[in-house]
């Protein structure tokens, strides 16, 4: 069974760095194919995909924003980590952790809601 | 970037057949995904390039198309099928996902 969960700092103020964490279970980032991806949603809004990481390291971000993304993982603990440096109010929303299968999103996690604020 | 183009809103009745599009500003091959999402909840994969059915999701879901015009049906239309529905590509660099479809039932 798979299953993924965010955490993060719930709230943060503008210019600090957001630091989230994907915990999993039911497959591992050091099996082929694998990969694991994080998305977002601000309330009421669409969905804006961040990056992906995938078995062999490889990484891939969504070049909006702008170098401020960074993706790890740690493969012995089944978790995935995105860090968003100089963050805004822009950035208030729900984050996603997700695995990935060509490119698609089967499983999900809850989400964690972030606010930026001052 | 490549902008995926879903109308806003559907209203249809329960039973009825409901097509829910999706155009691409630009190909992306068979590399289209659907979701649906329920409000509070996390998303869900329906439809897996183009055309697959995602594990555990009902018949009444399918897929269809390639290039840039891509189709989500679901027939027949049932009362828990009330949600937004995204399209999402992964074809070209960056990933994007559509504006969403409301699916309303009348």
């Known amino acids: 069974q798979v299953t993924l969960k965010e955490s993060g700092p719930g709230i943060l103020q503008p210019s600090q760095t957001l630091s989230l964490t994907c915990t999993f279970s039911?497959?591992?980032?050091?099996?082929?194919?694998?990969?694991v991806g994080w998305i977002r949603q601000p309330s009421g809004k669409g969905l804006e995909w961040l990056a992906n990481?995938?078995?062999?390291?490889?990484?891939y971000y969504n070049p909006s924003l702008k170098n401020r993304l960074t993706i790890s993982k740690d493969t012995s603990n089944n978790q995935a980590f995105l860090k968003i440096t100089n963050v805004d109010t822009a950035d208030t929303a729900t984050y996603y952790c997700?695995?990935?299968?060509?490119?698609?999103?089967?499983?999900w996690g809850q989400g964690v809601m972030v606010t930026v604020s001052s | 970037d490549t902008v995926l183009t879903q109308s806003p809103a559907l209203a249809v009745s329960p039973g009825e057949r409901v097509s829910i599009s999706c155009r691409a500003s630009?190909?992306?091959?068979?590399?289209m995904h659907w979701y649906q999402q329920k409000p509070g909840q996390q998303p869900k994969l329906l439809i897996y390039?183009?055309?697959n059915l995602a594990s555990g999701v009902p018949a009444r879901f399918s897929g269809s198309g390639s290039g840039t015009d891509f189709t989500l049906t679901i027939d027949p239309v049932e009362a828990d099928d009330t949600a937004t529905y995204f399209c999402?590509?992964?074809?070209?660099?960056?990933?994007?996902f559509g504006a969403g479809t409301k699916l309303e039932l009348k």
């Open positions: 997700a695995r990935a299968n060509y490119g698609s999103y089967p499983y």
């Open positions: 039911g497959f591992s980032l050091s099996t082929y194919g694998m990969g």
């Open positions: 990481i995938w078995w062999d390291d490889d990484k």
């Open positions: 630009e190909g992306v091959n068979s590399y």
């Open positions: 390039k183009a055309s």
């Open positions: 999402q590509q992964s074809w070209n660099d960056p990933y994007t």
